[in-house]
């Protein structure tokens, strides 16, 4: 079954930058879908962007101009970054996965980033 | 604000129905998207619940049901148990955004 495994940063500083990665295991890369996805503190869920097989990205409007997702389909890895943090990028990040694009097959465990001077 | 509106929380007894409201708009649910439902527990992952507005992935228990009218979706628990007490979101696609929309989630509490 495939799973996912992510890691990184999980205390930042303002104006810092976020960078996450996430690995794929016991499946293939390539011909799914992979997403990030945050849950802050007492809210729901939000939608950061996605790279489809094509290798396609696509990123949440609200986010696009801190935000950069990118693929290696040789390590099975994708990952994300997003500059300039605030305090309100505090949130459990989520890597994602599907085989439609439509919807999340796969997730990881979740990463907590806080982001505190 | 989400773009899609859930309750904040429902309630219902050991063996009662339960539903769980979704509404969207011209954009997204009214646009024949289809709506996919998670269940969250505090501290795991969410898990995919309801795909394609009704269809169940292998292993969810039937007693969960899904449906979609005009720009609103719903999901129903039957003969609620103890264990189905977390946190359900509803997901969708939004034309306007071109990406993922998802509601506020709906706590349930299994009395």
């Known amino acids: 079954q495939l799973h996912l495994q992510q890691w990184g940063t999980g205390l930042l500083k303002p104006s810092e930058t976020l960078s996450l990665t996430c690995a794929v295991y016991?499946?293939?890369?390539?011909?799914?879908?992979w997403s990030w996805v945050r849950q802050p503190p007492g809210k729901g869920l939000e939608w950061i962007g996605e790279?489809?097989?094509?290798?396609?990205?696509k990123y949440n409007p609200s986010l696009k101009s801190r935000v950069a997702i990118s693929g290696d389909t040789s390590q099975k890895q994708f990952s994300l970054k997003l500059n300039s943090v605030t305090a309100a990028d505090t949130a459990v990040y989520y890597c994602a996965g599907g085989d439609s694009g439509w919807y999340v097959d796969f997730w990881g465990r979740g990463t907590l980033v806080t982001v505190s001077s | 604000q989400s773009v899609l509106t859930q309750p904040p929380s429902v309630s219902g007894a050991p063996g009662q129905r339960v539903t769980i409201s979704c509404t969207g708009s011209?954009?997204?649910?009214?646009?024949?998207?289809?709506v996919h439902w998670y269940q969250h527990l505090p501290g795991t992952a969410p898990k995919l619940l309801i795909y394609a507005n009704n269809y169940r992935p292998s292993g969810v228990p039937g007693r969960f049901s899904g449906s979609k009218s005009g720009t609103s979706a719903s999901l129903a628990i039957s003969e609620l148990q103890a264990e189905d007490e977390a946190d359900y979101y509803c997901q969708s696609y939004d034309s306007g955004l071109t990406g993922w929309v998802f509601g506020g989630g709906t706590k349930l509490t299994v009395l």
């Open positions: 016991a499946g293939s890369f390539s011909g799914h879908y």
């Open positions: 011209s954009s997204n649910i009214g646009t024949d998207y289809d």
């Open positions: 790279i489809n097989p094509a290798g396609t990205i």
